[in-house]
């Protein structure tokens, strides 16, 4: 069974970048699957930051609402694919992403892109999975 997971108080048909036809993320336990996001406050729909490494922030802290919402933190990421507008910004979002994150870190690549709107330096989707009592 799958559920979706959206930013609190927030419905399945709030989006800040408008209509899709997608999930911000969707619980299929014991994994959940977070669609890709960007530096948009979710409930304001703004653009947070203009550099790198305020981008990155603001997408790791959406990545992190998400969590929260299935009960889950940040140490149950698994997996992140990082997507850049600018490859020569790698080294700002590293330096970010490690100081929101701790080791074990999650497995991760990161690609070259364009996103549909200019000022939008970074994206990020993850993968998490809930830690399973033994």
Same mark, same amino acid.
């Given at each position: 069974?799958k ?18 036809? @997608? ?7 014991? !994994?959940?699957?977070?669609? +890709?996001? *960007?530096?948009?406050? #979710? =409930?304001?729909g ?37 997507? @850049? ?7 700002? !979002?590293?330096?970010?992403? +490690?100081? *929101?994150?701790?080791? #074990? =870190? ?29």
């Open positions: 069974m559920t979706a997971i959206t930013y609190p108080g927030l419905g399945t048909e709030d989006r800040p970048m408008g209509p899709a036809p @997608l999930s911000a993320a969707i619980l299929s336990e014991p !994994m959940l699957f977070i669609s +890709g996001q *960007v530096a948009i406050d #979710p =409930y304001s703004k653009i947070v930051g203009s550099d790198i490494a305020s981008q990155t922030r603001q997408v790791l802290a959406n990545i992190e609402s998400l969590l929260k919402q299935a009960d889950m933190t940040l140490d149950c990421l698994v997996r992140v694919t990082i997507y @850049l507008t600018d490859l020569s910004q790698f080294a700002g !979002m590293n330096e970010v992403y +490690g100081e *929101v994150l701790s080791a #074990p =870190y999650p497995a991760r690549a990161t690609v070259g892109i364009t996103l549909n709107h200019p000022d939008l330096l970074v994206e990020m989707e993850a993968t998490a999975m809930r830690q399973i009592a033994k």
